[in-house]
């Protein structure tokens, strides 16, 4: 069993962001924790093999309260996986010498850190809490702790105007020497702080080139320091592949807890209710926390298949020919390996597309 637990809860919302979060002067841990838990009474007695607590800022969580949720999640009636990867996603600004510490007792043992820039400019546009120099220290604080596998990520693709020097900011990272890289091109979600910036014209919305020459000049240099995509998104050290993210890019069923969380059981997706008060008070009166569920076609489980293998490094196996792969292959947009399909970084950057090109060729099968 995979499980993801959502910790919803911010300062601020950073320009970008369209997730579901509380922003919060105070974090209603007592009662986060009560409705959390019960909720996690419902999960079955599986084998564990990863927890992934994600927001939101699970970070301004008290590693106390990390601990409690991992003791009831990882009680004995849930077989502990030999190699089971624990992560928690945080702010810079919230690792210090001691809550890196609470984490690796907690039992966790992956950070992923939201560093997004080295550029304190545009961290301050981004509505960040912390300044570039606070990135190195969190690595520091958390290798000092005997945290090892952490994670970086980075946007790409900004507005011209910010002159943003991306090749500086990949530069700041590998320096620090992590174990993975996830890097993100800005998007632009309806009803965000950044959505309003372009509608009245304060900046302006991503360039589709300078997102592709940034992508592909990410992929150069990682490539050059030993790392491999091993995802659209995704770059890794050997070893050091996210077990947790990997689960949902391979269809292996998930539990999702807390507000908005989706799980999935191979056929069935299920989504929590996605503001924290309705979640709470969904729980603390006996109901069920799940908004809505969709049963998946047997035509809908093959596009996302096909879309999921796609995103991987392994590819999608063939079975019947394509009348598309010449010409996908020609344009260099996609490989074909070991009797497998791939996508090449050139054809990363028109997956959509590529998918539905490659799915039409199978339904004519």
Request: aromatic share 8%.
């Given at each position: 069993?995979?499980?993801?637990?959502?910790?919803p809860?911010c300062v601020?919302r950073?320009?970008?962001?369209?997730?579901?979060i509380a922003?919060?002067?105070?974090?209603?841990?007592?009662?986060?924790?009560?409705?959390l838990?019960?909720?996690?009474?419902?999960?079955?007695?599986?084998?564990?093999?990863?927890?992934?607590?994600?927001g939101?800022?699970?970070?301004?969580?008290?590693?106390?309260?990390?601990?409690?949720l991992?003791?009831?999640?990882?009680s004995?009636?849930?077989?502990?996986?030999?190699?089971?990867?624990?992560?928690?996603?945080?702010n810079p600004?919230?690792v210090?010498?001691?809550?890196?510490?609470g984490?690796?007792?907690a039992g966790i043992?992956?950070?992923?850190?939201g560093?997004?820039?080295?550029?304190?400019?545009?961290?301050?546009?981004?509505?960040?809490?912390?300044?570039a120099?606070?990135?190195?220290?969190?690595?520091?604080?958390?290798?000092g702790?005997?945290i090892?596998?952490i994670?970086?990520?980075?946007?790409?693709?900004?507005?011209?105007?910010?002159?943003?020097?991306?090749?500086?900011?990949l530069?700041?990272?590998?320096?620090l020497?992590p174990?993975?890289?996830?890097?993100?091109?800005?998007?632009?979600?309806?009803?965000?702080?950044l959505?309003?910036?372009?509608?009245?014209?304060?900046t302006?919305?991503?360039d589709?080139?300078r997102?592709?020459?940034?992508?592909?000049f990410a992929?150069?240099?990682?490539t050059?320091?030993?790392?491999?995509f091993y995802?659209v998104?995704n770059?890794?050290r050997?070893?050091f592949?996210?077990?947790?993210n990997s689960?949902?890019w391979?269809?292996?069923?998930?539990?999702g807890?807390g507000?908005a969380a989706?799980s999935?059981?191979?056929t069935?997706r299920r989504?929590?209710?996605?503001?924290?008060?309705a979640?709470?008070?969904?729980?603390a009166?006996?109901r069920?926390a799940?908004?809505?569920e969709?049963?998946?076609t047997?035509?809908?489980?093959e596009?996302?298949?096909v879309?999921?293998a796609?995103?991987?490094?392994?590819g999608?196996a063939?079975?019947?020919?394509?009348?598309?792969?010449p010409?996908?292959?020609?344009q260099?947009?996609m490989e074909?390996?070991?009797?497998?399909?791939k996508c090449?970084?050139?054809?990363w950057?028109?997956?959509?597309?590529i998918v539905?090109?490659?799915s039409?060729d199978?339904?004519?099968?």
């Amino acid at each position: 069993m995979h499980i993801y637990v959502h910790v919803p809860f911010c300062v601020r919302r950073c320009s970008y962001c369209d997730f579901s979060i509380a922003v919060r002067k105070r974090i209603p841990v007592r009662e986060y924790l009560e409705v959390l838990l019960q909720e996690a009474s419902t999960i079955a007695e599986n084998e564990l093999e990863t927890i992934y607590f994600g927001g939101g800022t699970p970070s301004l969580l008290p590693p106390e309260a990390i601990a409690r949720l991992l003791s009831e999640l990882t009680s004995p009636r849930r077989t502990p996986h030999a190699a089971r990867e624990v992560t928690i996603e945080a702010n810079p600004e919230d690792v210090t010498v001691e809550s890196a510490r609470g984490w690796k007792a907690a039992g966790i043992n992956r950070v992923s850190l939201g560093g997004q820039s080295f550029d304190d400019t545009v961290l301050k546009w981004m509505h960040r809490s912390h300044d570039a120099a606070r990135i190195g220290a969190a690595v520091h604080a958390l290798r000092g702790a005997g945290i090892e596998n952490i994670s970086l990520d980075l946007i790409f693709a900004l507005p011209e105007e910010l002159q943003r020097d991306w090749e500086r900011d990949l530069e700041m990272a590998l320096a620090l020497r992590p174990n993975h890289l996830s890097l993100y091109g800005l998007t632009v979600e309806p009803r965000t702080p950044l959505d309003r910036w372009i509608s009245r014209g304060a900046t302006h919305a991503p360039d589709d080139d300078r997102y592709a020459e940034e992508y592909l000049f990410a992929h150069r240099r990682l490539t050059a320091d030993g790392f491999a995509f091993y995802e659209v998104s995704n770059a890794a050290r050997d070893g050091f592949r996210s077990q947790h993210n990997s689960a949902y890019w391979s269809g292996k069923p998930y539990m999702g807890l807390g507000p908005a969380a989706h799980s999935f059981d191979g056929t069935t997706r299920r989504w929590n209710l996605r503001a924290w008060e309705a979640y709470r008070r969904a729980i603390a009166e006996g109901r069920s926390a799940v908004e809505s569920e969709e049963v998946l076609t047997a035509e809908q489980r093959e596009l996302e298949r096909v879309y999921l293998a796609l995103r991987t490094e392994e590819g999608l196996a063939i079975t019947a020919p394509y009348r598309s792969l010449p010409p996908l292959t020609a344009q260099g947009w996609m490989e074909v390996r070991d009797g497998r399909l791939k996508c090449t970084p050139e054809g990363w950057l028109r997956l959509d597309s590529i998918v539905n090109e490659i799915s039409h060729d199978r339904a004519a099968h």
